[in-house]
């Protein structure tokens, strides 16, 4: 089982940028991204079941979206309107048969290796 994530980069205040996880080895219910700052915990962003249930945290709401292509076993996450607050090492995970603790890093068994995103201002 293995979650593959891509598509950070090194962009301006303002700018967009979609993250790509790729799952391989088996499909998850619940896929989600998180990010960690240097010197931060890991912080939730974004979760979508298969169907189209989502839950995002404050700080991104209405500015980043979570998508999920079920042919493709991909998650992505679209991010627009940077700030450099930003700027993170963005994970995607998942899991599955967990009915609480959406939001909760600690209650996803499966992560991707982390892309990094930083905005400049």
């Known amino acids: 089982v293995q979650l593959q994530a891509s598509g950070g980069g090194l962009v301006q205040a303002g700018d967009s940028l979609r993250l790509a996880c790729v799952a391989s080895?088996?499909?998850?219910?619940?896929m989600g991204w998180f990010r960690q700052a240097p010197g931060k915990e890991r912080e939730f962003l974004a979760v979508r079941r298969e169907g189209s249930t989502t839950y995002y945290a404050d700080p991104v709401k209405g500015r980043f979206t979570i998508s999920r292509d079920n042919a493709k076993n991909t998650a992505y996450l679209q991010m627009n309107s940077l700030k450099p607050e930003d700027t993170a090492v963005y994970y995607c995970a998942g899991r599955n048969g967990i009915l609480t603790g959406i939001m909760h890093a600690t209650t996803y068994p499966y992560w991707g290796q982390g892309t990094q995103v930083t905005v400049s201002s």
């Open positions: 080895g088996r499909t998850f219910r619940e």
